[in-house]
């Protein structure tokens, strides 16, 4: 008899890592002490991006605590894909799903609410298609594996058809460049 299914060993695994990647993330660090004459330097950028210190006026440690907590979770998931969902590394695991992930955030409107129930939408039509060709339903097995992303775009198109209720909903600083201190 086995004591820990594969399922419950990832769901362990998740649990210890977001623990360890929250309480990380809620320790204060103290700001190095100033050179004697050592000229101000600039911080780096690249891309738009503001890569400086935590701490400063640019970096806050919440955005430190959602970069680590992000991380795990990333972490999380590709341990999910490759361990519980598929018990085996296959090339082309994903398969488009971080599309599909970036068409449910803008479905959302980065409302994590909405971002659940879009979710449950694209979750509850990828099973779909799993139970339909379990059921024997005589239709061709690619077209059944399209049903998520067919949704996916049927879904982009009927939210597209109002752009200013995107816009409305939308963060404020969506598409603005970052200039820390400012």
């Not at 061709?140 to 200013?164: E, H, K």
Request: hydrophobic content about 55%.
């Amino acid at each position: 008899m086995k004591l820990f299914s594969k399922r419950s060993l990832l769901a362990l695994a998740a649990v210890g890592t977001l623990s360890v990647a929250l309480v990380g993330c809620g320790k204060k660090e103290a700001p190095p002490a100033p050179a004697a004459a050592a000229p101000k330097a600039e911080p780096l950028k690249a891309a738009w991006v503001y890569v400086g210190p935590v701490g400063d006026a640019g970096w806050t440690f919440a955005h430190d605590l959602g970069r680590k907590a992000g991380g795990a979770l990333c972490g999380v998931a590709g341990a999910y894909l490759s361990v519980v969902y598929a018990p085996m590394w296959v090339e082309g695991m994903v398969a488009g799903r971080g599309w599909i992930a970036l068409a449910l955030t803008v479905f959302a409107t980065w409302r994590p609410v909405r971002l659940l129930l879009g979710a449950y939408l694209f979750g509850g039509v990828t099973m779909l298609q799993l139970q339909l060709q379990g059921m024997g339903v005589d239709v061709p097995a690619p077209i059944m594996s399209m049903l998520p992303y067919l949704a996916t775009v049927v879904v982009l198109v009927l939210i597209s058809r109002n752009p200013g209720w995107i816009r409305r909903n939308m963060p404020a600083s969506m598409g603005k460049p970052f200039h820390p201190g400012a």
